[in-house]
């Protein structure tokens, strides 16, 4: 068993209030839960209106599928979300249980 974490940090320049965080959070989380059946949340700077921190993880049978999973992921918030930067992103895949 294979587990991919990836960490996005974004920045949220337009953005004016906590409300219009959560909106456009909401949609990233929603989006990536349903285009690549993984697991998301915001981790870290919930109280900040301009910057949100994700974690996303994911699990697979193969290493370079968990990579390519969060690689994917990650340039799907940049595609889709112009109004979001990616201040940075890193992937750490691990393999767990292996005979």
């Not at 959070?25 to 929603?30: H, N």
Request: glycine share 4%; hydrophobic share 40%.
């Amino acid at each position: 068993m294979t587990i991919g974490v990836c960490r996005i940090e974004l920045r949220l320049p337009e953005n004016q209030s906590l409300k219009g965080k959560r909106q456009v959070i909401k949609s990233i989380i929603t989006r990536l839960h349903n285009s690549y059946n993984v697991s998301v949340a915001e981790i870290d700077n919930q109280g900040l209106w301009q910057l949100a921190t994700l974690g996303v993880t994911c699990v697979s049978n193969h290493r370079r599928h968990a990579d390519e999973i969060l690689s994917n992921v990650v340039r799907f918030i940049i595609q889709n979300y112009p109004e979001v930067e990616l201040l940075s992103s890193k992937v750490e895949v691990s393999s767990f249980f292996e005979d």
